[in-house]
């Protein structure tokens, strides 16, 4: 069960105050519900458990989701004004116990991201959505969403590492990585710092991967979503989905490192 106030004055001395809220009452729903997607989205991405458990399963609501669902005026101590209600009943579930306690700091990392309107990174909601196929068991998704997370975020890292560069909108995963292996060896020339580059230059294409991050993610997301798009695929083992979502994020934890260490 769970409540949303919204930031409205009712004017109870009005004879007609009542009827003006029955008039809009699907419309109060939609911005309560409004307000409560807002809530999940970030929930969904910054949360977890204290049994390690995070909500990648969370979705935002749509009406048919909702049940028991109430229109009520509060004073400004939040007490109902009674006589009045506006209820659309029906079947409830609620959960209870660790699976829904949270430690300060999850809570407080919530709260932050709602007060300060950050958006979620575009990689983080794609990953989401795979997490979400994968355990929704719509498994030829997940490479699709997992691929997706990682050439949206090839572009916004080698954005950082390569800040006065100018890339067309079309540029493709494998030149986001030639770049960004090229500006990461850059900065650890300049910086005194050591880095393995991720490709053999004398070995054209994909075929040149050196990096064993980078390679799993090829063959375990890439090549398995190129199957799924281009040839039709449509037989994605619980193995695979997972393997996509798991190299994935491998791929770009290592990539994160380097910049973090050679460049910010």
């Known amino acids: 069960m769970f409540y949303v106030v919204l930031d ?9 105050w009542k009827q003006a809220i029955c008039d809009r009452d699907h419309e109060l729903v939609a911005i309560a519900l409004g307000a409560v997607n807002r809530m999940l989205a970030v929930y969904r991405d910054i949360d977890v458990n204290r049994i390690g458990a995070s909500s990648f399963h969370v979705i935002e609501l749509v009406r048919g989701d909702l049940s028991n669902i109430s229109v009520v005026v509060v004073d400004e101590t939040l007490n109902q004004i009674s006589d009045f209600s506006v ?23 919530i709260r932050t991201c709602l007060a300060s309107g950050t958006e979620i990174p575009m990689e983080r909601e794609l990953l989401t959505s795979a997490r979400n196929h994968h355990w929704r068991r719509q498994l030829r998704l997940v490479p699709v969403e997992a691929n997706t997370a990682f050439e949206s975020y090839a572009f916004s890292a080698l ?12 540029i493709d995963v494998f030149r986001k990585l030639q770049e960004l292996d090229s500006a990461l060896a850059n900065a650890a020339a300049v910086n005194s710092k050591t880095f393995t580059r991720w490709f053999d230059p004398a070995i054209q294409g994909w075929k040149g991967l050196l990096c ?39 791929a770009i934890s290592m990539v994160e490192n380097c910049i ?5």
């Open 8 to 16: 409205e004055l009712i004017d109870v001395s009005d004879p007609g």
């Open 87 to 109: 209820t659309w009943p029906g079947y409830r579930t609620m959960g209870f116990g660790e699976a829904i306690t949270r430690e300060p700091k999850v809570v407080d990392a």
């Open 159 to 170: 954005k950082r590492a390569a800040p006065g560069a100018v890339f067309p909108d079309s």
């Open 212 to 250: 064993a991050e980078l390679k799993l993610w090829h063959s375990g997301c890439y090549e398995l979503r190129n199957k799924v798009i281009h040839r039709g695929y449509n037989v994605v083992t619980e193995g695979e989905a997972d393997a996509a979502i798991k190299h994935t994020m491998t």
């Open 260 to 264: 973090q260490t050679l460049i910010l």
